[in-house]
């Protein structure tokens, strides 16, 4: 025995089919509002796609153009079973222990970034004399830029011990034309 549907078509948005537009064996489209209905004895019910158990990919109509959420409706938990995610190329990945690693070229973080123990970050030089030597970065501004804008920033000993006031130049020309040299000690800290 073949079984036949009928399918009708409601156009206006929210339009909804009652149990008498509805009989056995017939399916209600809503073209505007892209659902389905069906007569399920007395009642017609909307009908929705079951997602308890997904068994095949879900992958978007194209790249980068479908989202997962949103500002106010977020996901609570994500549960993988897999070591990474790929954040638009960028690779997190898990060791099973609570720890997150990141990439060995690191990543930038918010300023005033602390860890899990609540200390804060130090900066560290990458070349010259402050490589590896906490320092601070200090905004320089000149007339030419203005104030809104560093030009620069200057990179300071950021401990007070016998360094030189800037860590990566050998020399530092004082305002008499003289030279600090690297071997100096430091007179003030910055």
């Given at each position: 025995?073949?079984?036949?549907?009928?399918?009708?078509?409601?156009?206006?948005?929210?339009?909804?089919?009652?149990?008498?537009?509805?009989?056995?064996?017939?399916?209600?489209?809503?073209?505007?509002?892209?659902?389905?209905?069906?007569?399920?004895g007395?009642?017609?019910?909307?009908?929705?796609?079951?997602?308890?158990?997904?068994?095949?990919?879900?992958?978007?109509?194209?790249?980068?153009?479908?989202?997962?959420?949103?500002?106010?409706?977020?996901?609570?938990?994500?549960?993988?079973?897999?070591?990474?995610?790929?954040?638009?190329?960028?690779?997190?990945?898990?060791?099973?222990t609570?720890?997150?690693?990141?990439?060995?070229?690191?990543?930038?973080?918010?300023?005033?970034?602390?860890?899990?123990?609540?200390?804060?970050?130090?900066?560290?030089?990458?070349?010259?004399?402050?490589?590896?030597?906490?320092?601070?970065?200090?905004?320089?501004?000149?007339n030419?830029?203005?104030?809104?804008?560093?030009?620069?920033?200057?990179?300071?000993?950021?401990t007070?011990?016998?360094?030189?006031?800037?860590?990566?130049?050998?020399?530092?020309?004082?305002?008499t034309?003289?030279?600090?040299?690297?071997?100096s000690?430091?007179l003030?800290?910055?």
């Amino acid at each position: 025995m073949a079984l036949a549907i009928k399918i009708k078509r409601f156009m206006t948005a929210g339009d909804v089919p009652n149990t008498s537009e509805l009989v056995d064996g017939e399916i209600a489209v809503n073209i505007a509002d892209k659902k389905i209905y069906v007569r399920d004895g007395s009642t017609v019910v909307e009908m929705t796609a079951d997602l308890s158990a997904v068994a095949e990919d879900i992958i978007p109509d194209g790249d980068g153009t479908r989202d997962l959420g949103s500002s106010s409706k977020r996901w609570k938990d994500i549960y993988l079973s897999s070591d990474s995610i790929n954040l638009g190329g960028a690779t997190l990945s898990s060791d099973g222990t609570g720890s997150l690693a990141i990439a060995a070229t690191g990543a930038t973080l918010p300023a005033g970034s602390k860890d899990a123990d609540g200390l804060s970050f130090a900066l560290t030089g990458t070349s010259g004399a402050s490589k590896g030597q906490v320092i601070s970065k200090v905004p320089f501004y000149t007339n030419e830029d203005g104030t809104s804008t560093p030009a620069t920033h200057l990179k300071f000993n950021g401990t007070i011990d016998d360094r030189n006031v800037f860590t990566d130049h050998h020399t530092f020309t004082k305002s008499t034309g003289s030279n600090q040299a690297e071997d100096s000690i430091i007179l003030f800290q910055l």
